[in-house]
Protein backbone atom coordinates (compact mmCIF):
# COMPACT_ATOMS: atom_id res chain seq x y z
CA UNK A 1 0.00 0.00 0.00
CA UNK A 2 1.49 3.61 -0.63
CA UNK A 3 0.01 6.88 -1.05
CA UNK A 4 1.31 9.84 -2.94
CA UNK A 5 0.78 13.05 -2.47
CA UNK A 6 1.70 15.62 -5.23
CA UNK A 7 0.85 19.03 -6.59
CA UNK A 8 2.84 21.52 -3.77
CA UNK A 9 4.77 24.19 -4.89
CA UNK A 10 4.90 28.21 -4.64
CA UNK A 11 2.09 30.00 -4.81
CA UNK A 12 1.57 34.06 -4.27
CA UNK A 13 -1.17 35.02 -2.02
CA UNK A 14 -4.30 34.57 -2.69
CA UNK A 15 -3.72 31.85 -5.40
CA UNK A 16 -4.74 28.47 -6.10
CA UNK A 17 -3.17 24.84 -5.97
CA UNK A 18 -4.81 21.32 -6.22
CA UNK A 19 -3.42 18.65 -4.68
CA UNK A 20 -4.06 15.43 -5.55
CA UNK A 21 -3.20 11.87 -3.65
CA UNK A 22 -3.01 8.81 -5.76
CA UNK A 23 -2.93 5.46 -4.44
CA UNK A 24 -1.39 1.56 -5.62
CA UNK A 25 -2.49 -1.56 -3.34
CA UNK A 26 -5.33 0.41 -2.03
CA UNK A 27 -8.46 1.21 -3.44
CA UNK A 28 -9.54 4.49 -2.17
CA UNK A 29 -13.40 4.67 -2.69
CA UNK A 30 -13.62 1.89 0.34
CA UNK A 31 -11.69 4.43 2.53
CA UNK A 32 -12.10 8.04 4.66
CA UNK A 33 -9.34 10.06 3.26
CA UNK A 34 -8.14 12.93 5.10
CA UNK A 35 -5.61 15.61 4.27
CA UNK A 36 -3.42 16.96 6.97
CA UNK A 37 -0.66 19.42 6.81
CA UNK A 38 2.38 20.06 9.27
CA UNK A 39 3.89 23.70 9.84
CA UNK A 40 7.63 24.00 10.32
CA UNK A 41 7.82 23.87 14.14
CA UNK A 42 4.00 22.64 14.82
CA UNK A 43 2.16 19.49 15.03
CA UNK A 44 0.43 17.65 11.76
CA UNK A 45 -3.45 19.14 11.88
CA UNK A 46 -5.89 17.80 9.92
CA UNK A 47 -7.23 19.95 6.66
CA UNK A 48 -10.03 17.83 5.61
CA UNK A 49 -11.78 14.27 4.92
CA UNK A 50 -13.92 12.92 2.31
CA UNK A 51 -15.93 9.55 3.61
CA UNK A 52 -17.24 7.28 1.31
CA UNK A 53 -19.97 6.97 -0.54
CA UNK A 54 -22.15 10.79 -0.86
CA UNK A 55 -20.91 11.32 3.44
CA UNK A 56 -20.54 15.07 3.72
CA UNK A 57 -16.58 16.29 3.94
CA UNK A 58 -15.58 17.89 6.79
CA UNK A 59 -13.51 20.97 6.66
CA UNK A 60 -10.98 22.52 9.55
CA UNK A 61 -12.57 25.54 10.62
CA UNK A 62 -9.56 27.58 8.97
CA UNK A 63 -9.66 26.79 5.49
CA UNK A 64 -13.54 26.37 5.25
CA UNK A 65 -14.96 28.09 2.07
CA UNK A 66 -11.20 27.74 0.52
CA UNK A 67 -10.72 24.34 0.14
CA UNK A 68 -12.93 21.51 -1.46
CA UNK A 69 -11.88 17.92 -1.04
CA UNK A 70 -13.38 15.46 -4.13
CA UNK A 71 -12.94 12.04 -5.12
CA UNK A 72 -11.89 10.56 -8.74
CA UNK A 73 -12.85 6.99 -8.18
CA UNK A 74 -11.64 6.01 -11.67
CA UNK A 75 -8.42 7.89 -11.00
CA UNK A 76 -8.11 6.06 -7.40
CA UNK A 77 -7.13 9.53 -6.26
CA UNK A 78 -8.65 11.84 -4.26
CA UNK A 79 -8.33 15.91 -4.81
CA UNK A 80 -7.86 18.85 -2.53
CA UNK A 81 -8.19 22.18 -4.12
CA UNK A 82 -7.36 25.07 -2.21
CA UNK A 83 -7.99 28.38 -3.11
CA UNK A 84 -7.50 31.82 -1.47
CA UNK A 85 -4.43 30.46 -0.22
CA UNK A 86 -2.89 32.49 2.46
CA UNK A 87 0.96 32.98 4.20
CA UNK A 88 -0.33 30.35 7.16
CA UNK A 89 -1.34 27.66 4.60
CA UNK A 90 2.43 26.82 4.36
CA UNK A 91 2.80 23.31 5.22
CA UNK A 92 3.98 19.85 4.07
CA UNK A 93 0.74 18.42 3.06
CA UNK A 94 -0.18 14.71 3.46
CA UNK A 95 -3.06 12.40 2.99
CA UNK A 96 -3.79 9.13 4.41
CA UNK A 97 -6.63 6.54 4.89
CA UNK A 98 -8.79 5.86 7.74
CA UNK A 99 -11.79 3.31 8.25
CA UNK A 100 -14.90 3.85 6.32
CA UNK A 101 -16.89 4.25 9.04
CA UNK A 102 -14.78 6.86 10.69
CA UNK A 103 -15.62 8.82 8.06
CA UNK A 104 -16.35 12.08 10.26
CA UNK A 105 -12.72 12.51 11.73
CA UNK A 106 -9.62 14.50 11.16
CA UNK A 107 -8.13 12.58 14.42
CA UNK A 108 -4.93 11.74 13.53
CA UNK A 109 -5.19 8.70 15.59
CA UNK A 110 -7.70 6.54 13.31
CA UNK A 111 -5.44 7.07 10.03
CA UNK A 112 -2.73 5.31 8.15
CA UNK A 113 -1.05 4.77 5.39
CA UNK A 114 0.78 7.91 5.38
CA UNK A 115 2.18 8.99 2.21
CA UNK A 116 4.87 11.29 1.49
CA UNK A 117 4.07 14.50 1.78
CA UNK A 118 4.19 17.67 -0.70
CA UNK A 119 5.15 21.27 0.20
CA UNK A 120 2.71 24.42 -0.34
CA UNK A 121 4.58 27.38 0.09
CA UNK A 122 2.79 30.83 -0.21
CA UNK A 123 4.26 33.65 -0.02
CA UNK A 124 4.77 37.02 -2.10
Known amino acids: VQLQASGGGLVQPGGSLRLSCAAS????????IGWFRQAPGEEREGVSCIGTRDRTPVYADSVKGRFTISRDNAKNTVYLQMNSLKPEDTAVYYC??????????????????WGQGTLVTVSS
Open 96 to 113: ATAPSHRWGTLARYYYSN
Open 25 to 32: GITLEDYT
